[in-house]
């Protein structure tokens, strides 16, 4: 054991933990894990040598006893300090030890938001089913009860056709206006007001900007998304996210993880890293420091969801050699540290300078809607049938039209015949 030299066994990641060499030659620690640690160790005074896994993995148990990855070396005594938003968790304190926690975190999600988009027939979505035909049973009711009153004085149907207006917001037309009628007339008119303009405000704001479509926000949504086939969910298989998530007492939580084991939605380390939501027909599980330091930044907060819904809760810690020589000053350091906000300090920045060097970036969804013939194409094609109804009717009362005309020539024919009858008879009676 060398106190004044440690080892650190932790993964290359791009502003998460990198090892950068001086115009000295001498190198340093950067990212948000790395100048973090490199504060500690300038602290107490400590050079540092730094080493990586083969296997490129944080840590999981592959065997009894027998750990991979960066909690594989601290256990083995290949290195002193393990570093890499390691959890603390019951099955690693048996090979392991752990530094004072600086952080803390747990298993959720992340997905895209779903873009708004204008389907067909949308603009009868404003109202649930349950209040059309609470609205239709109010029309039908209301029509039976002033059909009712007014005594066959109109029919049914033109009746339902005047209420029908009203709700149209076209004047209310009825022959007959007894004092019986008030109160009904009234309470409709009530109704119909409040209801049309509630469906004219919402029409109104859905054509300025359409709503955004209902977005997984749990894991028992992200379950039944999974079990439809709408969405695939993926975890990193490098770290405990995967156990964590099949260990769960949730049922629907286990059931995504045996979707995943059945679908081998795994990714890699450096598929985390590098691009951690595969597309927007999928969803990321991991820790959510992980997915904070990626997209709770920039554009990416408007586009990115994270759901608030944690599988398992947890603390971040750096791993100790059970034998190390120097915990106690460690963790003497790091409580110092991180009180005084050093962490969040290195967290954010290094969250944003990798913003700023991403290559690619999720396309910017928040853009202005242009309303087009598709939109409408729905609502012209009842509009349509409308008018060839209304088409059909027309012809209709032409035909009955001539129909008429014809049956009165006839009885005014045997008229004609029956009254020159009876006159010639009065002119013979006369005559006698």
Excluded at 195 to 219: R, W
Excluded at 250 to 268: M, V
Aim: glycine share 6%; aromatic share 14%; hydrophobic share 45%.
């Amino acid at each position: 054991m060398n106190p004044s030299k440690w080892v650190i066994a932790a993964i290359n990641v791009k502003n998460v933990f990198e090892i950068q060499e001086k115009p000295n030659g001498k190198h340093f620690l950067a990212g948000a894990e790395g100048e973090f640690l490199g504060d500690i160790l300038t602290k107490l005074d400590v050079d540092f040598e730094v080493v990586t896994p083969k296997d490129y993995e944080f840590g999981r148990e592959v065997s009894p006893g027998n750990w991979s990855g960066v909690i594989g070396m601290v256990a083995r005594g290949e290195a002193d300090i393990g570093v890499g938003g390691l959890g603390i968790f019951a099955d690693r304190f048996r090979v392991v030890d752990f530094s004072y926690p600086y952080s803390t975190d747990g298993v959720t999600f992340v997905t895209l938001k779903q873009t708004g988009k204008w389907e067909s027939l949308d603009f009868i979505k404003f109202f649930d089913l349950s209040t059309w035909m609470y609205l239709l049973a109010s029309l039908l009711f209301t029509t039976a009860a002033l059909c009712m009153i007014m005594r066959r004085v109109e029919s049914f149907a033109s009746i339902l056709f005047s209420l029908y207006s009203s709700i149209l917001r076209q004047p209310l037309t009825l022959r007959q206006r007894d004092i019986k009628m008030k109160f009904i007339i009234s309470t409709w008119l009530i109704l119909t007001s409040v209801m049309s303009s509630f469906y004219y405000t919402g029409l109104q704001a859905f054509l300025a900007k359409p709503s955004g479509v209902k977005t997984v926000e749990t894991f028992h949504e992200l379950s039944e998304a999974v079990d439809k086939g709408t969405l695939r969910a993926f975890v990193p298989k490098t770290t405990s996210a995967f156990q964590l998530i099949m260990n769960s007492t949730d049922e629907s939580i286990q059931h995504i993880g045996r979707k995943i084991a059945q679908n081998n939605w795994f990714l890699t380390t450096k598929e985390m890293v590098s691009h951690p939501l595969q597309n927007q027909d999928s969803a990321t599980i991991a820790g959510r420091g992980l997915f904070r330091f990626f997209f709770q930044v920039g554009n990416f907060k408007s586009q990115v969801l994270l759901s608030k819904h944690d599988a398992y809760f947890f603390v971040i810690s750096f791993a100790i050699r059970k034998d190390f020589c120097c915990k106690k000053e460690l963790r003497r350091a790091m409580g110092w540290l991180v009180s005084a906000g050093v962490h969040t300090k290195c967290f954010k920045e290094a969250s944003f300078r990798n913003w700023l060097t991403l290559p690619l970036r999720l396309k910017d969804d928040e853009e202005d809607f242009v309303l087009s013939i598709e939109d409408f194409i729905d609502v012209f094609s009842m509009f349509s049938v409308g008018l060839f109804l209304s088409l059909l009717v027309f012809f209709a009362e032409i035909c009955i039209y001539h129909r008429i005309p014809s049956r009165s020539k006839k009885k005014e024919i045997l008229l004609t015949r029956n009254t020159a009858f009876e006159l010639v008879s009065v002119k013979r009676f006369l005559q006698n």
